[in-house]
């Protein structure tokens, strides 16, 4: 079976992965708006020995999202909008004919955790995913909490950690900074992120 994880180079998603391995043929698919490359996603799957693609979002979404960010004054709503585009653009498998190596897909999964706010993937638009598009959502940290992935994650990568953005990754945030940077200033990016600890995977134990 084959699954396709979005991933962002951090340990969330890569141990969603190792947990998903023994059960399906996992590529890692970093979702691109144009706005910044993948690169630091695509050298921590190499590290970690899975294939990884990138696979184009709708640049529009990316700017509603950043002005709903600039309204509301948080970035909540308008990451969550950003992963709920992703996770259905991935799932439609427009995109796999174009991947070495993919003929189908049988499954998607993200690595949203017990504990996070956003993003997160509510059961009705989970079922509705895999009712339009004929594949499985899959969230394995779903029932995980932060210590035990903590945990999990000492045991079995090399984790490279520090102050958002210095720590660079393949996520929504990347690039919704630069747009906000881009349209407001860099003030209004210090508004609306707060500061908070990123992680990147370097390897494995």
Request: charged share 30%.
């Amino acid at each position: 079976m084959r699954c396709a994880l979005l991933y962002s180079g951090g340990k969330d998603s890569t141990l969603a992965a190792l947990l998903l391995d023994p059960f399906y043929d996992v590529t890692l698919v970093s979702g691109s708006f144009g706005v910044c490359d993948t690169d630091p996603a695509r050298e921590s799957a190499s590290a970690v020995g899975f294939d990884h693609v990138t696979v184009d979002l709708d640049p529009d979404v990316a700017r509603d999202a950043a002005e709903r960010m600039h309204d509301d004054g948080y970035p909540r709503n308008g990451i969550q909008q950003v992963h709920e585009h992703a996770v259905e653009t991935v799932a439609s498998g427009d995109w796999v004919a174009a991947a070495d190596g993919l003929d189908r897909l049988d499954a998607i999964a993200d690595g949203t955790r017990r504990d996070d706010r956003v993003p997160t993937i509510e059961r009705p638009l989970a079922q509705s995913v895999e009712d339009r598009f004929g594949v499985d959502y899959l969230a394995p940290l779903a029932g995980i909490g932060r210590g035990a992935i903590d945990a999990m994650a000492a045991d079995k990568l090399v984790v490279e950690s520090g102050p958002s953005p210095d720590i660079p990754k393949a996520d929504y945030e990347v690039e919704l900074r630069e747009l906000l940077r881009e349209r407001y200033g860099e003030g209004a990016v210090a508004d609306i992120f707060p500061k908070h600890t990123q992680s990147r995977v370097r390897g494995l134990r």
